[in-house]
């Protein structure tokens, strides 16, 4: 029943979504004066800030490995813990080391040249952090438009929200279930990010205890949610050492915001739908010193409000990528949950269609361009859309998902028992894992190194070969494990049976193609003749 939900709102997602991505998101009379507001207001701060999606694309500050190197001091000293500057600086680019782990590179002759580099790797989006340990969770970050062009780094952070009219025990209980809310997927365990706590008394103790209750119950980022300072700040003083996100400040209550950012050190996020205002009060802030902004633009969640939203969106990430103003280049927040507000979704009637319209509302918005959401539903024909969307988008389009290559125990195993293959490519290795073990089938799983691909392109392209299935069997010493010398291939790698057992010595039998069939194949095919 669950699975059939999950498909439905799947179908309405993509309709919904094709139907707001083909409205044109650019009215260009209005943009045009709108362009000519903000150069007027930040003629002294910004040059060419053109909000159009006319002109050219700016590339980007730096796109390989050797334009790196040019800037590291090239002596291979090892002190990065890599070999030679060039592999560190591959590194540099993927984000998987930073400028700090190269100490040479702050010796007064490299001084000039590594505050350049610092400048060029520096993302078009400023990268905000939120919360503090291992749970902190870094928004923002990115340096393309589209994840084609490179990869997306920071995946969308899911808030989910509690609010401080709930009886205490509902709403421990509500923390403990968004924390410790999990689901398997290709690998690994997904799970959400933060938790969101709302004024809704609009009374400052009410909502300072609440706050307290819920940090209580979870290591998770926080995000207090009030448009009243004094609320705000009451909230702030219980858990300012856990660098919570403070929402929101917005033309009326800025400067009360400022002193909080500036006195806490804590990350603020800006609310304006009028685009001159978010832009001037993000320089504000900016110019003050706050460095953990994050920009809400308003999210109106039907209608032509809807299609503005989406057009402000799109707008505002090209502005600060493309068009390179510096003063809108800060990570973009959505909240989805307006949803319920627009549709009574309070009421017992309409939840369900306020939860199916705030995961469409979310799912659009993980793909163009929200960094930060708030969310209200936490069902899982809701949370399960919107975090698997998440996952999927934000994996690197350069590389396969792959698990590491190994010789995996299935059950129970002996020595007797039967041996399958496959390859690394996550989706394929997971498939069949899961087949072999829900099936009660003790055995050896053989993973060998595709490249992350799957059986029947890796047998086309030559990543999987017999070959492989040598070095495989030798490096993972599985004769050590396996006595018969019989190994079950994939029916899809067929054609590699005679050269494997030529190659190998080991004898091949073909599995089916779909490893689904695995406990109809072993009713016939094991144990072959000569393995009791």
């Given amino acids: 029943m669950e699975k059939k939900v999950v498909m439905q709102i799947i179908k309405r997602i993509g309709k919904c979504v094709r139907k707001i991505l083909f409205y044109s998101p650019f009215d260009k009379e209005q943009i045009a004066g709108l362009d000519e507001n903000v150069k007027e207001t930040n003629k002294n701060l910004f040059q060419n800030v053109n909000w159009c999606n006319e002109g050219g694309h700016e590339e980007m500050k730096i796109s390989s490995p050797m334009e790196i190197w040019k800037y590291l001091p090239g002596t291979n000293c090892g002190k990065c813990g890599e070999k030679t500057c060039l592999a560190f600086a591959s590194l540099l680019i993927e984000r998987e080391k930073n400028l700090k782990e190269c100490p040479p590179l702050f010796e007064p002759k490299y001084a000039e040249k590594g505050k350049k580099l610092a400048e060029l ?18 928004i923002g970050g990115e340096d393309v438009m589209y994840r084609h062009e490179r990869t997306f780094f920071n995946r969308t952070a899911l808030v989910y929200d509690v609010w401080d009219t709930m009886k205490e025990e509902e709403l421990r209980a509500r923390v403990r279930e968004i924390t410790d809310w999990q689901k ?56 300012s050492d856990r660098k919570p996100l403070i929402y929101a400040a917005d033309k009326d209550t800025w400067k009360e915001f400022l002193g909080f950012a500036k006195k806490y050190k804590v990350p603020v996020a800006l609310f304006s739908p009028d ?36 057009s402000r969106f799109v707008r505002i990430r090209r502005a600060g990528i493309i068009e390179g103003n510096k003063g809108l280049a800060y990570p973009l927040m959505s909240v989805p949950m307006s949803a319920w507000m627009d549709n009574d ?37 809701s949370l399960i859309p919107e ?25 129970n195993p002996t020595e007797k028992s039967p ?61 050590d494990k396996v006595k018969h010398k019989t190994l079950v291939i994939p029916g899809l790698a067929a054609r590699l049976s005679g050269e494997t057992e030529d190659v190998t010595g080991w004898t091949v039998l073909v599995g089916p193609r779909d490893s689904g069939r695995i406990p109809g194949w072993m009713e016939k095919n094991w144990p072959p003749e000569g393995v009791a």
């Fill in 121 to 138: 790797l520096a993302p078009e989006v400023r990268e905000v952090e939120i919360g503090i340990g291992d749970k902190a969770r870094k």
């Fill in 184 to 239: 398997f997927y290709v690998g690994e365990f997904l799970k959400v990010d933060a938790i969101a706590v709302r004024s809704v008394s609009g009374e400052a103790k009410t909502f300072a205890d609440c706050v307290k209750l819920a940090a209580e119950e979870t290591d998770f980022p926080l995000v207090l949610c009030s448009f009243n300072a004094k609320v705000i700040e009451e909230g702030l003083k219980e858990v």
């Fill in 275 to 310: 685009l001159d205002m978010l832009n001037s009060l993000a320089v504000t802030f900016s110019s003050a010193g706050v460095e953990g902004i994050v920009l809400d633009p308003g999210t109106y969640p039907a209608g032509k409000g809807l299609k503005e939203t989406f």
């Fill in 345 to 381: 979704g309070d009421k017992a009637e309409n939840a369900l269609e306020s939860s199916y319209w705030e995961a469409i509302i979310a799912d659009l918005f993980i793909i163009k361009y929200a960094d930060i959401m708030i969310l209200h539903s936490i069902e899982p024909h």
């Fill in 387 to 411: 975090r698997t969307l998440a996952a999927n988008i934000y994996t690197d389009p350069r590389r396969p998902v792959s698990v590491e290559p190994g010789l995996r125990e299935v059950g």
């Fill in 419 to 479: 041996l399958f293959v496959t390859t690394n490519f996550a989706l394929t290795y997971y498939t069949v894992e899961s087949d072999i073990s829900s099936n009660k089938i003790d055995s050896y799983l053989m993973v060998v190194d595709s490249e992350g691909i799957g059986v029947e392109s890796a047998v086309a392209g030559g990543q999987l070969n017999a070959e492989n299935f040598k070095d495989a069997l030798e490096s993972f010493r599985v004769e």
